[in-house]
DNA sequence: ATGTCC
């Protein structure tokens, strides 16, 4: 093998010397030429597989590095943003948006006033970037949603809630309907479950979870809405209303692990700092495919809560009056003022365009809002996805006694079904704190208060 | 968030 064999290959630049000193090791194994344009193709293909490989490493990183858009290299500097309510978010979630505004696919982004560590990035942040997606940036519960439906019932007995719930509500990881109770929804029956393997493969499971709910902070619940003002087609009064909390269960977590890994092969060089915001290029396979899977999951999640909704509504004998409904972990494409699309991450964060409407709860057994957005691009047009954690899940259990959250449900009226010590009301930030800070963000169209609330057992029981 | 490494 020459010079002249590599180049045929398609291999270039400072390539072209990296993969002829391969090619001469394996001449001298004793390999033949047909066996080494072979193996040299698969690296040229697929260089990403090749980067621990000990005769293949720098081929394949130099690969990687000619077929990028941007290096791997962190900005000195990170880009500046804004954040809502400084004084409810910590230091260490400040230096973690930092490090996604360092990264040189990134072009803007925000802090929300529920903002705290998570995977890469916080949550309550917002993330822009230039024609690239970041698995992790979404979060690993892709598509994870809020639905508020007003139900035309004029009164309903903490019992019926309570058992509307137990019959119509599944909960908790790994968990499915019964197969005798299955439900059925069009989601299943796209033609995108055909277009991945990794779909394909995850089809059955999304199938066997549909309509059911997850664990940690997923819920649905049953509470009062009250309108001050006429609006959602509703004359101001009080409303009997069904919350929900829930995302794309396993299938969604599936297809976030299988991306991220994709993304941190393609990006070995890239800072330990930054590792789990690696990202996948919109021009490049990848990247297409974690777009088309992400949106199928966002799809996916909206099914579940459509399904959640329809039982109940089914079980009344009614039909919603209206309903509200947002995803608040997904990547959008949008313009900035300038005219220039994006790629905004919201990784628990409620898009808060123009007249948008959305949900951003409180706690277990503290008011959340029906919220229109105001449009704010300095935010992304976006807002918080509840109030936030203040304790961590583990810091929680250590420091609330049940008796304490009894007492503070009891003095709300609030029953839990499920929960635990790890989701109490003291273990968030202050709903109407987060919410007077995000005035410039939305405004407040309806006030919805928690009554009967159904949520995964915790590991230390309500 | 998820049966916690398909």
């Known amino acids: 093998?020459?010079?002249?064999?590599?180049?045929?290959?398609?291999?270039?630049?400072?390539?072209?010397?990296?993969?002829?000193?391969?090619?001469?090791?394996?001449?001298?194994?004793?390999?033949?030429?047909?066996?080494?344009?072979?193996?040299?193709?698969?690296?040229?293909?697929?260089?990403?597989?090749?980067?621990?490989?000990?005769?293949?490493?720098?081929?394949?990183?130099?690969?990687?590095?000619?077929?990028?858009?941007?290096?791997?290299?962190?900005r000195e500097r990170p880009l500046s943003y804004t954040e809502w309510g400084s004084e409810l978010i910590d230091e260490n979630t400040r230096a973690q948006m930092d490090t996604a505004m360092r990264l040189p696919i990134s072009v803007a982004g925000a802090l929300m006033p529920d903002a705290h560590v998570g995977f890469g990035l916080p949550i309550g942040g917002v993330l822009a970037t230039d024609h690239a997606v970041i698995p992790y940036a979404v979060g690993v519960d892709i598509g994870c949603a809020m639905a508020l439906s007003v139900l035309?019932?004029?009164?309903?007995?903490?019992?019926?809630?309570v058992r509307l719930l137990r019959r119509n509500t599944r909960f908790g990881a790994g968990h499915a309907w019964e197969r005798k109770l299955r439900p059925d929804h069009a989601v299943l029956d796209e033609d995108t479950w055909h277009e991945l393997p990794l779909l394909r493969q995850l089809r059955n499971k999304a199938a066997e979870q549909l309509g059911t709910s997850g664990s940690g902070n997923h819920f649905v619940e049953f509470g009062t809405l009250t309108l001050e003002a006429a609006d959602l087609g509703l004359a101001p009064g009080q409303y009997i209303a069904l919350l929900s909390h829930s995302g794309s269960r396993g299938f969604g977590a599936?297809?976030?692990?299988?991306?991220?890994?994709?993304?941190?092969?393609?990006?070995?060089?890239?800072?330990?700092?930054?590792?789990?915001?690696?990202?996948?290029?919109?021009?490049?396979?990848?990247?297409?495919?974690?777009?088309?899977?992400?949106?199928?999951?966002?799809?996916?999640?909206?099914?579940?809560?459509?399904?959640i909704h329809a039982r109940i509504a089914r079980a009344l004998g009614?039909?919603?009056?209206?309903?509200?409904?947002?995803?608040?972990?997904?990547?959008?494409?949008?313009?900035?003022?300038?005219?220039?699309?994006?790629?905004?991450?919201?990784?628990?964060?409620?898009?808060?365009?123009?007249?948008?409407?959305?949900?951003?709860p409180g706690s277990m057994a503290d008011p959340g809002y029906v919220v229109r957005g105001k449009g704010n691009t300095q935010a992304l047009e976006s807002a918080s996805h509840g109030s936030g954690r203040l304790l961590g899940r583990k810091q929680a259990e250590r420091e609330l006694s049940r008796s304490a959250v009894k007492e503070y449900l009891e003095a709300r009226d609030v029953?839990?079904?499920g929960g635990g010590v790890d989701e109490a009301p003291q273990a968030y930030k202050n709903i109407d704190r987060v919410m007077a800070s995000q005035a410039d963000l939305v405004d407040v169209v309806a006030r919805f208060m928690p009554r009967v609330v159904r949520m995964d057992t915790g590991r230390q029981d309500i």
């Open 318 to 360: 009614v039909k919603p009056l209206v309903t509200v409904r947002n995803s608040h972990n997904l990547a959008w494409k949008q313009r900035m003022p300038d005219g220039r699309e994006v790629i905004v991450h919201r990784k628990g964060a409620t898009p808060a365009g123009q007249g948008q409407l959305g949900i951003i």
């Open 415 to 417: 029953t839990v079904m």
């Open 152 to 161: 035309p019932v004029a009164n309903l007995s903490r019992e019926d809630e």
């Open 254 to 307: 599936q297809v976030a692990g299988h991306y991220t890994q994709v993304a941190q092969n393609l990006h070995p060089d890239l800072d330990p700092d930054a590792r789990k915001l690696a990202w996948l290029d919109m021009d490049r396979d990848e990247g297409q495919a974690y777009w088309t899977a992400m949106n199928l999951a966002g799809r996916y999640a909206l099914a579940n809560h459509e399904v």
């Open 1 to 74: 093998m020459n010079g002249n064999d590599i180049t045929a290959l398609g291999f270039t630049g400072k390539a072209i010397g990296l993969a002829l000193n391969a090619a001469r090791h394996r001449e001298t194994a004793g390999q033949t030429n047909d066996e080494i344009r072979a193996e040299l193709g698969r690296v040229l293909h697929r260089p990403e597989a090749f980067i621990r490989d000990p005769l293949y490493a720098d081929l394949g990183r130099e690969l990687l590095g000619q077929a990028a858009r941007f290096p791997d290299t962190l």
